[in-house]
């Protein structure tokens, strides 16, 4: 069954350093997502990428995160200088079609910032 | 408020017995979808409901969205060990935008 996956599964990195956050999604899905959940809290949503560009945006996602797509598999979260708060789980996400699709996670990447 | 309350926050069960989890919205629903997480991993997708009224089951699974759209039960039958973890509703629709909105979550135990 095709499913989507997120490396590393685990990443330490110190303040200030920047991190990539590496997703494959399912291979014929079109809408691309990054959602995060700190310790103990909600899943938040981030960002959603379709056809190539952001199609919505939250407002934690701001000048310090950007995503591309920068071959045909793969779907990179970047953050360019840590902090403290951004230590969470963060998912990739797809769907073969917008709204009112079912979303398919992968099973995270444990982001530590310390 | 939230916008998506789940109700229960937690509940310890005794294996073999049924349980309901809801999940309220305070806007009206496109899709209402149900997730399974196990503490520390990933989202394990299990249904969506579109249609005001609809049921959907999956094994001993049942969820049903009401006819207004804005709120939605799980039922589990005969619980099991393996059904232990955390239920998460999601939703999206016109005011919600292209994204999921998740509830808090619903801790689920099952006692052997």
């Known amino acids: 069954e095709p499913e989507v996956t997120q490396t590393p599964s685990h990443q330490v990195t110190q303040m200030g350093q920047e991190v990539i956050l590496r997703c494959v999604p399912i291979?014929?899905?079109?809408?691309f997502y990054w959602y995060r959940q700190i310790l103990g809290q909600k899943v938040e949503f981030l960002v959603s990428f379709y056809n190539n560009e952001i199609s919505e945006k939250s407002e934690i996602f701001d000048d310090q995160f950007s995503v591309e797509r920068p071959d045909g598999s793969n779907f990179t979260l970047k953050i360019r200088s840590t902090k403290l708060e951004d230590s969470a789980m963060y998912f990739c996400?797809?769907?073969?079609?917008?709204?009112?699709?079912?979303?398919?996670f992968g099973p995270g990447t444990r982001l530590t910032v310390t | 408020s939230q916008e998506l309350e789940q109700s229960p926050q937690s509940l310890i069960v005794q294996e073999g017995k049924n349980l309901t989890i809801n999940c309220t919205s305070s806007?009206?629903?496109?899709?209402l979808y149900w997730y399974k997480q196990k503490y520390g991993e990933g989202l394990i997708f299990l249904m969506m409901?579109?249609?005001?009224?609809e049921e959907k089951s999956h094994e001993k699974i049942t969820a049903k969205l009401d006819e207004k759209k804005q709120q939605s039960s799980l039922h589990i039958t005969a619980s099991q060990p393996s059904h232990a973890g955390i239920y998460l509703c999601g939703a999206d629709g016109r005011e919600y935008g292209n994204k999921l909105v998740f509830g808090a979550g619903t801790i689920l135990r099952v006692k052997s």
């Open positions: 806007k009206t629903l496109y899709g």
């Open positions: 291979s014929n899905h079109l809408y």
């Open positions: 996400a797809s769907s073969d079609q917008g709204q009112s699709y079912e979303q398919y």
């Open positions: 409901l579109q249609k005001g009224g």
